[in-house]
């Protein structure tokens, strides 16, 4: 019954921008949500997380460049990137921790959304 949704991916240039969203049905909303991104022969990496009490937390990579954030009444989750690189390139998925307080575990995840972004 838990769904999440992904959409906004596309196509841009080095330095462009995209704003990636993410709608979340079945469950309550306001726990730790995070945005994950993987390229083909990488790991998994965690790109941002926005806990329950809205505090944010951002991998070294996107610091300054992505902005996570979410509108509970909507229960959607979101994540506006800049300043795009070609390393940014990968399939990314929004993933959800429903245990208050924590924000490691994600048994929940969206189907992904592609993001590509060349020189």
């Known amino acids: 019954q838990v769904q999440l949704v992904e959409s906004g991916g596309g196509s841009v240039q080095s330095g462009g921008s995209l704003r990636l969203s993410c709608v979340a049905s079945?469950?309550?909303?306001?726990?730790?949500m995070a945005w994950f991104r993987q390229a083909p022969g990488k790991e998994r990496e965690r790109v941002a997380y926005i806990a329950g009490d809205s505090s944010t937390g951002y991998a070294e990579f996107v610091k300054g460049r992505f902005t996570i954030s979410r509108v509970n009444a909507q229960k959607s989750l979101y994540l506006q990137m800049n300043s795009l690189k070609p390393e940014d390139t990968a399939m990314y998925y929004c993933a959800a921790d429903p245990v208050y307080g924590r924000c490691r575990q994600f048994p929940y995840w969206g189907q992904g959304t592609q993001v590509t972004v060349s020189s």
């Open positions: 079945g469950f309550t909303y306001g726990y730790c």
